[in-house]
């Protein structure tokens, strides 16, 4: 199994985000140790997991795709005649 571990500064430049706020937002509350990055040998460096990140935001942006398009679909009426008062209602009470 062949794993891409970053650094903080090299994921920056991958996602596009500061590292600062890599270390301060994203760092223990959507990015979780033992899942997205680890502490080698126990120590204070951090290396990030790339695939697992990736697959996180893949699985992440698909739900919230599925979310959106949903409810959209809940939202828009799907043609004039399904509005209860709406416009055709006003066309035919003239």
């Known amino acids: 199994m062949n794993q891409t571990y970053l650094t903080t500064a090299e994921l920056a430049k991958r996602i596009k985000y500061d590292s600062r706020s890599i270390r301060e937002r994203l760092k223990d509350s959507v990015l979780?140790?033992?899942?997205?990055?680890?502490?080698?040998?126990?120590?204070?460096?951090?290396?990030y997991d790339w695939d697992a990140i990736q697959q996180d935001m893949r699985k992440f942006s698909q739900q919230l795709m599925v979310s959106t398009d949903a409810t959209h679909r809940a939202c828009k009426p799907?043609?004039?005649?399904?509005?209860?008062?709406?416009?055709?209602?006003?066309?035919?009470?003239?």
Do not use: C, M, N, T
Request: aromatic share 10%; proline share 6%; net charge positive.
């Open 32 to 47: 979780i140790e033992g899942v997205h990055y680890i502490r080698p040998f126990g120590g204070r460096k951090i290396l």
């Open 78 to 94: 799907q043609s004039l005649s399904d509005e209860p008062y709406g416009r055709q209602a006003l066309v035919s009470d003239r």
